[in-house]
């Protein structure tokens, strides 16, 4: 009686969840319920087919009835926001290009490189230095610093 082997009565129940008649029973179920799964998502797919395609009927429909009205209203012109400042642009180009070359602005002193005339700045100055007198000055810019800094 109390060996390894006992009774091995399983294949013979019917509730056997490993017997070959309960795997087709399981197999049977689930593709029905597969089925039922799509007629449903495929029944709700073509009533929203069915109301996009109203929608699109009746828009259709009254746009129909709308170009009857639309045909007897004047075309419109397009509509220009900016035609004063474009007419005010062109008389500037026209201006600057009947500007003579020598009458025409310096681009360097747009750009903050001044008028490219005068005397240059002491550090491009040549032989001048941050401690050199300044011309019409008693005094140098280095003047001004500690006195461990300063240049005698």
């Known amino acids: 009686m109390g060996g390894h082997g006992g009774l091995n009565i399983l294949p013979q129940k019917s509730w056997n969840v490993y017997g070959q008649k ?3 029973k399981v197999q049977r179920d689930e593709e029905k319920a597969e089925a039922e799964e799509s007629a449903a998502l495929e029944a709700t797919l073509q009533g929203l087919r069915d109301e ?3 929608v699109l009927h ?3 429909s009254k746009r129909r009835r709308d170009e009857g009205l639309l045909k ?3 075309p419109t012109e397009h509509v220009n ?3 004063a400042e474009e007419e005010e642009l062109a008389k500037r180009l026209k201006a600057e290009r009947e500007l003579k070359p020598e009458e025409k602005p310096d681009d360097s002193a747009r750009l903050g490189h001044g008028s490219g ?3 240059a700045p002491w550090y491009a100055q040549k032989g001048s230095s941050f401690f050199n007198k300044q011309q019409g000055s008693d005094t140098a810019l280095g003047d001004n610093l500690p006195a461990r800094i300063r240049r005698k």
């Open 22 to 24: 309960q795997q087709q």
């Open 52 to 54: 996009r395609s109203g």
């Open 117 to 119: 005339s005068g005397a």
């Open 58 to 60: 009746e828009r259709a």
């Open 81 to 83: 926001f900016f035609a």
């Open 72 to 74: 007897e209203l004047p």
